[in-house]
């Protein structure tokens, strides 16, 4: 790209923009002499960005005074990934894996074991995605009595059954959780609020259908006679 051709600079500043929603770590190899201004404009202009997401490199100045130069420049690449890393999560475009998320759990919930939470046959972990569980995630009565922020990370296609616990609130994060049938959390102390009718009833909650009365372990044991059928 020509550093002086003001739409391409223009597209180029925006793409960068653009990718910073991502995990992306973008890296810029200048050959040649230049001129660089440019390039280490979109290095270090991140007013508008959402983190720092690139790296430029001019090559020629990488390699001048490195005794090793392949391993310089693998090193100079690599140097912001690190803390790339951490924005991208701390933003929460990077999801935690289903282990992670259960350790978090056990931190929160002292006397409570890691295997206590792994999925129980038929469900799954998802070979190819850490995040997701195949089928029901089970963790009814295990005397969770908070959950936390990373458990949004989690996608369950099934039911999620936090029923007969001990939750007095549910964590922000629990507006990213992605859960393809109910949330089923009766007998909890948080149930009361989510009933139909309280003010609380389903807020902010986006597609999760949340199920709070006692009565739907009937409506789960029809649903499931019908698939069967």
Not at 100 to 114: F, H, I, M, T
Not at 124 to 136: I, T
Request: net charge negative.
């Amino acid at each position: 790209m020509d550093s002086t051709d003001f739409d391409l600079r223009e597209d180029a500043l925006k793409a960068c923009i653009d990718a910073s929603r991502y995990p992306l770590s973008i890296v810029l190899v200048g050959l040649g002499d230049g001129p660089w201004e440019f390039f280490r404009l979109l290095d270090d202009q991140v007013h508008r960005r959402h983190f720092d997401n690139v790296t430029f490199l001019p090559l020629a100045e990488t390699f001048a005074t490195a005794k090793f130069p392949s391993y310089a420049f693998a090193c100079a690449a690599m140097a912001q990934v690190p803390s790339q890393f951490e924005a991208a999560k701390r933003l929460g475009f990077v999801r935690k894996g289903f282990a992670e998320v259960v350790q978090d759990v056990v931190a929160l919930n002292p006397g409570l074991k890691g295997e206590d939470l792994a999925p129980v046959g038929p469900a799954e972990l998802d070979p190819v995605d850490e995040s997701r569980v195949v089928g029901d995630l089970a963790w009814n009565g295990k005397g969770i009595g908070a959950l936390p922020e990373s458990i949004g990370d989690l996608i369950i296609e099934g039911d999620f059954r936090l029923e007969d616990n001990q939750l007095t609130e549910l964590p922000e994060g629990f507006k990213r959780l992605s859960v393809e049938n109910n949330v089923v959390i009766y007998g909890n102390p948080v149930a009361e609020f989510l009933r139909p009718g309280s003010p609380r009833a389903m807020q902010g909650f986006g597609n999760l259908t949340v199920v709070a009365g006692a009565d739907c372990a009937g409506r789960r044991a029809r649903r499931l006679e019908a698939r069967q059928a």
